[in-house]
Nanobody, 121 residues
Framework: QVQLVESGGGLVQDGDSLRLSCTASGRSRYSTAWFRQAPGKEREYVAAISPSGGSTYYADFVKGRFTISRDYAKNAVYLQMNSLKPEDTAVYYC????????????????WGQGTQVTVSS
């Protein structure tokens, strides 16, 4: 069993930056991803990272603005978000999978509780 806890969300202005953290219990190696869900919308994939950290993947709408990384010494995965836009407003979730990184929600076994990111215009 893996427990994930997200942190780092908040209220920022258009163009600002935030760094989200996802801390995992235990020391198993999982593919980890960030998803987000805006009010009234379905949860969508944002970015993923391989267990080694050597491969990263992004949704087209965040390429060049967001960076996913991991630090096994701290058992953490990060999402650095730059040039934030109002349309990035959502609850951001961290998820872990025993399989290769994927955009498919159902292939993630473990989820955090989410952290709210609000970008004002």
């Amino acid at each position: 069993q893996v427990q994930l806890v997200e942190s780092g969300g908040g209220l920022v202005q258009d163009g600002d930056s935030l760094r989200l953290s996802c801390t995992a219990s235990g020391r198993s190696r999982y593919s980890t991803a960030w998803f987000r869900q805006a009010p009234g919308k379905e949860r969508e994939y944002v970015a993923a990272i391989s267990p080694s950290g050597g491969s990263t993947y992004y949704a087209d709408f965040v390429k060049g603005r967001f960076t996913i990384s991991r630090d096994y010494a701290k058992n953490a995965v990060y999402l650095q978000m730059n040039s934030l836009k109002p349309e990035d407003t959502a609850v951001y979730y961290c998820a872990a999978s025993r399989y290769v990184p994927t955009t498919t929600i159902s292939e993630y076994d473990y989820w955090g509780q989410g952290t709210q990111v609000t970008v004002s215009s």
